[in-house]
């Protein structure tokens, strides 16, 4: 009996020093001082198990594509000449953001703001008059089409370009608070109300405080403190998806890729998938059904009684139609989708310098930065609506670089001769400052604007029965998943050297 109790404490006394040793903590390898250790000082390495997927969110892994037509230019605008660029990975948006995913939004700006600020309210409200004809009658649609629940789950309308933006704000924050309350950091609070409420900026500086129920371990004091960017949790900003992130995720030509090892792509796109027709090939019950919802002809919205071609005369709810290769819906009809890019008519295509404008590009940067305090360096107070002040960068802080020299870059290489330093709207050109780029095609067009090459612009201010929006994020990290690293990795025969501090 006494032999098996010693065997059994010796037993648990063995695996008690492995597992001490398993958690010998990690030092540097450049200076071998141990990270998340009080007594060296406690500089933290966080154990990040990389960016989790937002709500409603999809993975569009990055690449190289040509981004422009892929079909005929019947309009003769040459407004998207055909070239290569590079789209870093990012996330989009599986759907088209829904009435009831915006009524949700227009109830908390009421719940927080109202009382006081009821003009932030009316700001964020949809024109439900975009319905409205001349010569029609729509009179049901201003009245139904955005508060009843039948079309909760059709896409948003008449929302411009503004209101879309600060949606992407709003979401961005209730995301991240969520993720807050979910791994037991904050308690929910549902009393917010006017500057007191959760914002991701205030909060990482320390202007909105929460109610606590356990915050994150310090390493250096051995105390507690507030989660911060470096610890991996919050997510970056929801945004609307740059032209070229929104062109390539809608092409999807990762479905013609030849295999995961070669860099070829048997076939380009017209649509959104494959075959230069609207309608589904296969032999089966699907044969003949359209693939989006779009307007076959003059007149023709649907088809005919008993033969429905679309199922459609108007948008269709988000998760109908055909998902493309990346399980996106209704990149192609349904509505066209606002992108965060200023519209010019001419590309960048024989314009690309040392500037890198074939990778991720993108025509719209308002440079910014966050308003400090002159005598302490840090952020000054947050104004009214709970949100940290940002100023234009000024240009003597810009002299010296050769990255931009300018705040704002909306006429670089804008392809106007005679508007060296700015887009003289309504003198040289009817396209202004304010003009913002819409993708896709919508139920209301013919099938050309379904090829995601296409585009077309609409004043920011402006709102339409066809035209809505989805968001994106921009992916950290490795471009395929956390659980493969960025960059490529060879085995070698040469022998490990034990570094001197492991």
């Given at each position: 009996m006494k032999k098996t109790l010693i065997h059994g404490l010796s037993f648990i006394l063995l695996v008690f020093m492995l597992a001490s040793c398993g958690r010998k903590s990690e030092s540097s390898t450049t200076t071998g001082w141990k990270y998340n250790d009080q007594k060296w000082g406690g500089f933290e390495k966080t154990d990040y198990e990389g960016q989790e997927t937002g709500p409603n969110l999809v993975l569009i892994e990055g690449g190289t594509y040509t981004m422009g037509l892929t079909d005929q230019d019947v309009t003769y605008e040459w407004n998207n000449v055909p070239r290569r660029v590079t789209v870093s990975s990012f996330y989009m948006d599986e759907t088209e953001v829904r009435n009831i995913d915006y009524?949700?939004?227009?109830?908390?700006?009421?719940?927080?703001?109202?009382?006081?600020?009821?003009?932030?309210?009316?700001?964020?409200?949809?024109?439900?008059?975009?319905?409205?004809?001349?010569?029609?009658?729509?009179e049901p649609l201003v009245e139904y089409y955005f508060r009843d629940p039948d079309y909760d789950e059709y896409p948003v309308v008449g929302v411009n370009w503004r209101q879309a933006s600060e949606y992407c704000k709003w979401r961005s924050d209730r995301v991240n608070e969520m993720i807050l309350v979910k791994r037991g950091i904050i308690d929910p609070n549902v009393d917010q109300k006017n500057e007191n409420n959760f914002n991701t900026d205030?909060?990482?500086?320390?202007?909105?405080?929460?109610?606590?129920?356990?915050?994150?371990?310090?390493?250096?004091?051995?105390?507690?403190?507030?989660?911060?960017?470096?610890?991996?949790?919050?997510?970056?900003?929801?945004?609307?998806?740059?032209?070229?992130?929104?062109?390539?995720?809608?092409?999807?030509?990762?479905?013609?890729?030849?295999?995961?090892?070669?860099?070829?792509?048997?076939?380009?796109?017209?649509?959104?998938?494959?075959?230069?027709?609207?309608r589904y090939q296969k032999r089966n019950k699907y044969q003949g059904h359209m693939l989006a919802n779009f307007k076959r002809s003059g007149g023709d919205y649907g088809g005919m009684a008993g033969a429905l071609n679309d199922k459609a005369f108007t948008p269709s709810p988000v998760l109908s139609n055909w998902p493309n290769?990346?399980?996106?819906?209704?990149?192609?009809?349904?509505?066209?989708?606002?992108?965060?890019?200023?519209?010019?008519?001419?590309?960048?295509?024989?314009?690309?310098d040392s500037r890198n404008q074939d990778l991720n590009p993108y025509r719209g940067n308002i440079f910014k930065t966050k308003e400090l305090d002159p005598e302490?360096?840090?952020a000054v107070a947050k104004d009214s609506l709970g949100r940290l002040k940002y100023a234009l960068m000024d240009t003597t802080?810009?002299?010296?670089?050769?990255?931009?020299?300018?705040?704002?870059?909306?006429?670089?290489?804008?392809?106007?001769?005679?508007?060296?330093?700015?887009?003289?709207?309504?003198?040289?050109?009817?396209?202004?400052?304010?003009?913002?780029?819409?993708?896709?095609?919508?139920?209301?067009?013919?099938?050309?604007?379904?090829?995601?090459?296409?585009?077309?612009?609409?004043?920011?201010?402006?709102?339409?029965?066809?035209?809505?929006?989805?968001?994106?994020?921009?992916?950290?990290?490795?471009?395929?998943?956390?659980?493969?690293?960025?960059?490529?990795?060879?085995?070698?025969?040469?022998?490990?050297?034990?570094?001197?501090?492991?």
């Open positions: 009524r949700e939004y227009l109830y908390w700006v009421d719940r927080v703001y109202a009382a006081t600020y009821p003009e932030v309210w009316k700001r964020a409200l949809p024109d439900t008059l975009v319905w409205r004809s001349e010569l029609a009658y729509n205030a909060y990482l500086v320390g202007q909105y405080e929460p109610s606590v129920r356990k915050n994150l371990p310090d390493q250096k004091t051995g105390g507690e403190r507030r989660v911060r960017r470096e610890d991996g949790i919050l997510l970056p900003e929801y945004r609307l998806p740059t032209e070229a992130e929104w062109e390539y995720a809608a092409l999807s030509l990762i479905g013609n890729q030849a295999t995961s090892k070669d860099e070829l792509i048997s076939d380009r796109r017209i649509y959104p998938w494959n075959g230069n027709t609207v290769d990346f399980g996106l819906y209704n990149m192609a009809g349904n509505v066209n989708e606002w992108t965060a890019d200023l519209y010019r008519p001419m590309t960048t295509s024989d314009l690309v302490t360096g840090s802080s810009t002299a010296l670089r050769d990255n931009y020299k300018r705040p704002e870059e909306f006429n670089y290489l804008d392809g106007d001769k005679e508007s060296l330093v700015e887009y003289r709207y309504g003198i040289s050109t009817l396209i202004s400052d304010h003009a913002r780029v819409i993708k896709g095609g919508s139920w209301a067009d013919r099938a050309f604007w379904l090829s995601p090459g296409t585009r077309r612009y609409l004043e920011e201010e402006k709102a339409s029965r066809t035209v809505g929006f989805r968001c994106s994020m921009t992916r950290k990290g490795s471009p395929t998943s956390n659980e493969e690293p960025e960059g490529n990795y060879f085995k070698t025969k040469k022998k490990k050297t034990k570094r001197r501090y492991d």
